[in-house]
Every structure is written in C-alpha cells, then in structure tokens.
C-alpha cells in the first residue's frame, strides 16, 4: 500500500522545461555554447552543474569553476523573470498535492537547487506541506542513479522512527517523474512510478518503466492513486 509520494520538480510540480530550455539556450548563447531541443532532453535529471559542464564539452569549450557558477546563476534570474508575472503550476496539480499531503507522506526529489524550489512552493502556497526534500546539494550522483530517492527515503523512515512510527519499505513510496532518468532513477530505488508527459512522450516514459504514465497530473486525486497502486 502507498503510504509516501514523492514528486520531481521541474517538469512536474512546475512545468518548466521549456522554460529552462530558452533560459539557458539565451545564457549559453552569451558564451558560445550552442544548445538544441535534442540537447537539452537528453540532459533531463542532470543537476545544473553536471549540465553546464556537458553542454561546455559538446562544444569543445573549456569551463572554469568561476565561468560555471556565473553561468547557472544567470541562468537561474532569467528562469525566475520568465516566471515572474505567471507561476507555470496548473491550478489542478497544486489541488492534487494539497489532498495528498492529507492523506500520504509527501516528498520532493530533484536535482534543482533547494533556494529555486522554496520560492516556488512559497508563491504556490504549497511551503509546509512537504516533509522531505532532496535537493541537488544533497547527493552527488544525479538521475539516473537511485541515490536521491534513497536519500528521501532514509530521510522519511528517520523522521518517523523519530516519531515512533514504523518504517516504509521502498515499494511503499510512489514517485511522480516527468522524465526517463527520474523514472529508472525510482525504480532503481525499488519504488512505484508515474510518468507525466509534460516533457517526454508516453513512449519513452514507458520504456523507462513507468507503472502508469498520465497527460495530466491534475486530473488525478487520491482515490486515483489508491484504485492503482493499492
């Protein structure tokens, strides 16, 4: 029975991809690095430093650290303009997170870094509701590796032995995942999945291993969730 859900970030809670892509395509631009679509998808669950570096050597350029984090730090204001006026979460997503957290332990897993998440759960009205989050400065191997969910999920069984609870095994979380590594990340870790194709087809979702693969996060609920995978 699911007991936890755990959700990626960008392309997820916030349907953002493209809003990254033409982020960072601008940015690249400014230094000679080229970016395409083809590019840009085949990075999904990369972290931000583990990108620009992959992006720097596609186009044979030499990076240094201080060219990296100039990099990504414009990268990031440039994300936040583009959001500032409207927030990308669909309305029916932020209803499904808020019925959920009465009912589940809820997680965020992504390779964002935390201060990107915490301003959009803020404008979102969704801060407090999330009991663990894995962020990019907590592990050092990114999707498709399992170790961020496993991260969450010695995170979670601490804070509820803490709590004297009893532990979830692995196959008691649900992981929500837009792309092919996040998915193959999560059923490494041993858990369920859902893939949504906000960024990727239903094709390679599947292929990944997704359980279930839906168009629309927001037309789920719990019963949805409870009728599947219980």
């Known amino acids: 029975m699911i007991q936890a859900i755990l959700f990626d970030y960008n392309g997820v809670i916030v349907d953002d991809e493209q809003i990254h892509?033409?982020?960072?395509?601008?940015?690249?631009?400014?230094?000679?690095v080229a970016l395409s679509d083809e590019d840009y998808l085949a990075s999904l669950g990369m972290d931000d430093v583990a990108f620009v570096r992959a992006a720097f050597a596609r186009n044979g350029r030499s990076l240094t650290d201080e060219m990296l984090h100039a990099v990504i730090r414009r990268e990031h204001d440039l994300h936040r303009d583009f959001i500032k006026e409207e927030l990308?979460?669909?309305?029916?997503?932020?209803?499904?997170?808020?019925?959920?957290?009465?009912?589940?332990?809820?997680?965020?897993?992504?390779?964002?870094?935390?201060?990107?998440?915490d301003y959009l759960l803020e404008r979102a009205a969704l801060d407090g509701l999330f009991v663990v989050l894995v962020t990019a400065e907590q592990v050092t191997k990114h999707k498709p590796a399992p170790d961020c969910y496993q991260l969450a999920l010695s995170m979670l069984n601490h804070k509820l032995r803490a709590e004297r609870k009893l532990p979830l095994l692995a196959d008691e979380f649900l992981v929500i995942e837009?792309?092919?590594?996040?998915?193959?990340?999560?059923?490494?870790?041993?858990?369920?999945?859902?893939?949504?194709?906000?960024?990727?087809s239903e094709a390679e979702l599947r292929k990944a291993g997704a359980d279930v693969v839906t168009a629309n996060l927001g037309d789920w609920n719990v019963d949805a969730v409870h009728r599947l995978f219980d």
Do not use: C, H, W
């Open 21 to 32: 892509l033409r982020a960072y395509r601008d940015v690249l631009r400014t230094e000679g």
């Open 178 to 200: 837009d792309s092919p590594p996040g998915i193959e990340a999560a059923r490494a870790a041993g858990m369920r999945t859902i893939g949504v194709t906000n960024t990727v």
């Open 88 to 117: 990308p979460a669909a309305s029916g997503v932020i209803t499904f997170i808020k019925e959920a957290s009465r009912y589940y332990q809820l997680g965020i897993v992504s390779m964002a870094v935390r201060g990107e998440i």
